[in-house]
């Protein structure tokens, strides 16, 4: 099994409605964030927690929310989904006693029509 | 802050030649350095990281990248490509602590027989 597991995979939504992306981890990681990834603009951080009570805004945080549920799970959720929002999202986790790397899910594949 | 340029937005070599890929950051500290690759796709797996250590850092697959602390680089290398070479490869810095990873837009290696 993975270490950094996200679901679904592949979604199709449609504009407006609300859509959660769900990560969890094995590592035991305390630090959990979540990007997303567009052609030629790399991965900007949406949100990222430091630990089960702390929640902080990435550079794209408008239009997202986020859930820390327990130290191994961590959501993303679209409050009403808009088109530019289509967009490969990723679940990443990490420990400042491992120097920082982070450990990365496969990733989930949003289509807003 | 933090900040991170990569480039090239694109580099193409022929298999069996010498890959630079080229990695400028900003840090106002001592940083954390990695470089990151996707395959077409696929999630990001670690090439390599610099934490403070040794400056020449090696990678998996023959990748090496040396930490210059005056020209602020932390450029990849590989003596000799090969055609499973070909992705998109990310630098990312991270300062000690508390501080989250900031991406590089990528590069895509094209690699030709």
């Known amino acids: 099994d993975a270490d950094v597991t996200q679901t679904p995979r592949n979604r199709i939504t449609k504009t407006g409605k609300r859509i959660m992306l769900e990560c969890s981890q094995t590592?035991?990681?305390?630090?959990m964030y979540w990007y997303r990834q567009d052609p030629g603009l790399g991965l900007r951080l949406i949100y990222y927690?430091?630990?089960?009570?702390?929640?902080n805004k990435g550079e794209i945080s408008d239009g997202y929310s986020v859930s820390r549920q327990a130290q191994a799970k961590f959501s993303l959720s679209l409050e009403s989904a808009i088109p530019n929002q289509t967009a490969l999202y990723f679940c990443?986790?990490?420990?400042?006693?491992?120097?920082?790397?982070?450990?990365f899910g496969q990733g989930t594949r949003l289509t807003v029509v | 802050a933090q900040s991170v340029t990569q480039l090239d937005s694109h580099v193409s070599v022929s298999e069996g030649t010498p890959v630079l890929l080229r990695c400028n950051y900003s840090?106002?500290?001592?940083?954390?350095l990695f470089w990151y690759v996707q395959h077409p796709n696929k999630g990001l797996q670690l090439l390599l990281k610099?934490?403070?250590?040794?400056?020449l850092v090696k990678g998996i697959n023959g990748f090496e990248a040396e930490f210059k602390k005056s020209e602020t680089s932390f450029h990849l290398t590989k003596p000799s490509a090969h055609m499973s070479d070909a992705a998109e490869y990310f630098c990312?810095?991270?300062?000690?602590?508390?501080?989250?990873?900031?991406f590089g837009k990528g590069t895509m290696l094209l690699v030709s027989p």
């Open positions: 590592k035991g990681h305390d630090r």
């Open positions: 927690s430091f630990d089960v009570k702390d929640i």
């Open positions: 840090s106002s500290y001592s940083p954390s």
């Open positions: 990443a986790t990490s420990d400042a006693r491992a120097g920082q790397q982070a450990f």
């Open positions: 610099y934490t403070s250590a040794a400056t």
């Open positions: 990312v810095v991270s300062l000690s602590g508390y501080s989250t990873l900031t």
